[in-house]
């Protein structure tokens, strides 16, 4: 079972890798199950990305106190609201803004609900 987990946690960490410069692919998220995975799977991967420069402080914060960064979320809110600003410019249809606006504003809601 440690390989699946192994295995499941370097994909995540693939796709968090992805997710930077990916603007429609989350990074944090990728990353918080990578090291879920690791913790089944290997104690060394797990203690690298915990202690990772660049990750690691949103993946203790998040661990600790379920908090993401007000930089974190400045941040996530400008990408949110730039894709979705191409996505009119583009001329999608009106159900598909109306779909990914409601999918957006719920993810803007839990993401400044959480503390910082």
Do not use: N, Y
């Not at 690791?38 to 420069?53: K, T």
């Not at 993946?59 to 400045?74: C, M, V, Y």
């Not at 609201?81 to 109306?98: D, I, N, Q, Y």
């Not at 957006?104 to 503390?115: E, Y």
């Amino acid at each position: 079972m440690r390989v699946i987990w192994l295995i499941f946690g370097l994909v995540s960490v693939s796709l968090g890798l992805l997710g930077v410069v990916l603007p429609l692919l989350p990074t944090v998220p990728f990353m918080l199950l990578a090291v879920f995975c690791f913790a089944r799977s290997s104690e060394p991967l797990h203690d690298w990305l915990v202690h990772h420069p660049q990750f690691g402080p949103g993946i203790r914060d998040w661990h600790e106190r379920g908090a993401i960064s007000l930089k974190a979320k400045r941040l996530a809110t400008v990408m949110v609201g730039g894709v979705f600003c191409l996505s009119v410019f583009m001329g999608l249809r009106p159900t598909l803004l109306l779909i990914q606006g409601t999918t957006l504003c719920c993810v803007m809601l839990f993401l400044w609900t959480r503390p910082s």
